[in-house]
């Protein structure tokens, strides 16, 4: 399994009692220290740079990493390049589309923040379909396009067992449901290599 963008490790920890032989690209020098502990190998590089073996990953997972790409076609072949014939790539990309972004768009806001949908530092925005047609540009076939909610609890965590919150998350679910592209926060792309 390969994690680009494993940040201070948190993937690889997560799954260190399941026994995967689990490698890393993580840029950030004191980050890719932090998470060496929990991966066979962590490649301190950019993803753009790094050197792969080729087609060995049975799993790569690019968690909110594309939009912080310069050419996110190219970094999605380059991966399918290291990734075996039958991998699954699991990719994960903010939805620009969210009716907060489209309300902010219309009032002639662009912001910029430390993380989210505006989050200073991407360089491309998706919404479901530019996102599908970015995988198909790489040579990938998606399998699963889901949306995900906005993560209330972490934005309210002292309201986590409140009533309130549980009613916004019902909402935001049934949102879900009716009006992905309005309401999904994020999309989680499930994807193959199309045949080499």
Partial sequence: MLDVGAAQGILGQSLAADGLIIDAVEPHPTW????????RHVYASGVEAVVLPAQIYRLIVCADVLEHTVDPVAVLRKLRDAAAPDATFIISLPNVAHIAARLLLLCGKFPQME???FDRTHLHFYTRRTAIAMLHSAGLRPTLVRPT????EQLWPAATSTRRLRVLMALQRAGLLLAPTLFGFQWILVARPLNR
Wanted: proline content about 20%; glycine content about 6%; overall charge positive.
């Fill in 149 to 152: 909610p906005v993560p209330l």
């Fill in 32 to 39: 890719a220290a932090h998470a060496q502990p929990y991966y």
């Fill in 115 to 117: 993380r989210g949908i």
